[in-house]
């Protein structure tokens, strides 16, 4: 019995979630993935199931928002023992710290919301101010 495993291409999986070679390039670079080399001079990359894996997994992450170091985190815990309760416990607290940032933005977002809107009510009442033609004063005859 032969067991084949799952490889892709970068053009496979640059297709399957839209994206082009030069970002996985650029997450291979970053270590996210590490994918096998084959052809002469191991030019050619070749993707595992684990490199789609975690380059789902990264493109999730980044969906969220987090960093790639954050990422990174991430792709580590499911690299690490399969005691998921540790795995669990980090990835709570990762997203829990990227939860109250993204709070803190939200505020900061709702206060300039807040001021632009106080400034647009000063613009419209000035302009209804100044937009009216003077009455003139009645004249004495």
């Known amino acids: 019995m032969t067991t084949t495993?799952?490889?892709?291409?970068?053009?496979?999986?640059?297709?399957?979630?839209?994206?082009?070679?030069r970002a996985i390039r650029f997450y291979?670079?970053?270590?996210?993935l590490q994918?096998?080399?084959?052809?002469?001079?191991?030019?050619?990359r070749v993707y595992s199931a684990r490199d789609r894996a975690r380059l789902k997994l990264t493109l999730r992450?980044?969906?969220?928002?987090?960093?790639l170091q954050e990422a990174r985190e991430l792709l580590d815990m499911y690299d690490s023992p399969r005691d998921?309760?540790?795995?669990?416990?980090?990835?709570?607290?990762?997203?829990?710290?990227?939860?109250?940032?993204?709070?803190?933005?939200?505020a900061e977002l709702q206060a300039n919301i807040d001021e632009v809107r106080t400034h647009e009510k000063d613009a419209?009442?000035?302009?209804?101010?100044?937009?009216?033609?003077?009455?003139?004063a009645p004249r004495k005859s």
């Open 35 to 44: 994918p096998g080399r084959e052809g002469p001079g191991g030019r050619t």
């Open 61 to 67: 992450a980044k969906r969220l928002g987090l960093s």
């Open 28 to 32: 291979e670079d970053m270590g996210l």
């Open 84 to 106: 998921t309760a540790p795995q669990l416990r980090r990835y709570l607290a990762l997203l829990e710290t990227h939860r109250a940032r993204l709070e803190r933005q939200l």
């Open 5 to 21: 495993t799952a490889t892709f291409s970068i053009r496979d999986l640059a297709q399957e979630f839209d994206l082009t070679t």
């Open 124 to 136: 419209r009442a000035t302009l209804a101010r100044t937009a009216r033609p003077a009455r003139a």
